[in-house]
T-cell receptor, first 114, second 113 residues
Framework: SQQGEEDPQALSIQEGENATMNCSYK?????LQWYRQNSGRGLVHLIL?????REKHSGRLRVTLDTSKKSSSLLITASRAADTASYFC??????????????FGKGTKLTVNP | GAVVSQHPSWVICKSGTSVKIECRSL??????MFWYRQFPKQSLMLMAT?????????EQGVEKDKFLINHASLTLSTLTVTSAHPEDSSFYIC?????????FGEGSWLTVV
């Protein structure tokens, strides 16, 4: 079943602008992950944030996690046309010792215009 | 480089036939692999958990007799779509976990005509 809900569903910005995508989920989690998917391709893992972390950075990416609100955000700063893709959040709610199956959100389609 | 390999990348088959998709973990063993399906412009939906040496665990609503999963070795899981119908046309993607982090294959496009 779908756990995450991303918003917006689609986002169109100009190169150089920042892009913010949000994700909400329903159950307690071990971690939340963000993935990128170019059209018709596989998934690229961007960043993982654990349930006891509140913020994480990786290059131009900044992820926040608010477990009290069951929400996360992905910020891409100084966007580039090459950032155009769909972005998904995925939650891992596997009980400890489980097998890390992920539940994906619906995704945000980001278009960065040159 | 890729740590999970999926084959074929795309396949076209006729209605009523069966098609097999392979998922291999490269340079590591995976006792568990996951199969997802993604319809166009939609998100990934977990279909089943593939368990090495035992039966797969299917998600609710996924027909186990239609989507046969075999995980005969620690590096290979296969998904066979049996008696394929046009509505089975989709993007199928597998993942395997290494070091508690999932790695995804490049996916397989299935078109049933």
């Amino acid at each position: 079943s779908q756990q995450g809900e991303e918003d917006p569903q689609a986002l169109s910005i100009q190169e150089g602008e920042n892009a913010t995508m949000n994700c909400s989920y329903k159950t307690s989690i071990n971690n939340l992950q963000w993935y990128r998917q170019n059209s018709g391709r596989g998934l690229v893992h961007l960043i993982l944030i654990r349930s006891n972390e509140r913020e994480k950075h990786s290059g131009r990416l900044r992820v926040t996690l608010d477990t009290s609100k069951k929400s996360s955000s992905l910020l891409i700063t100084a966007s580039r046309a090459a950032d155009t893709a769909s972005y998904f959040c995925a939650t891992d709610a596997t009980p400890q010792g489980g097998s890390e199956k992920l539940v994906f959100g619906k995704g945000t389609k980001l278009t960065v215009n040159p | 480089g890729a740590v999970v390999s999926q084959h074929p990348s795309w396949v076209i088959c006729k209605s009523g036939t069966s098609v097999k998709i392979e998922c291999r973990s490269l340079d590591f063993q995976a006792t568990t692999m996951f199969w997802y399906r993604q319809f166009p412009k939609q998100s990934l939906m977990l279909m089943a958990t593939s368990n090495e040496g035992s039966k797969a665990t299917y998600e609710q609503g996924v027909e186990k007799d239609k989507f046969l999963i075999n995980h005969a070795s620690l590096t290979l899981s296969t998904l066979t779509v049996t008696s394929a119908h046009p509505e089975d046309s989709s993007f199928y993607i597998c993942s395997a976990t290494r070091g508690r982090r999932p790695y995804f294959g490049e996916g397989s496009w299935l078109t049933v005509v």
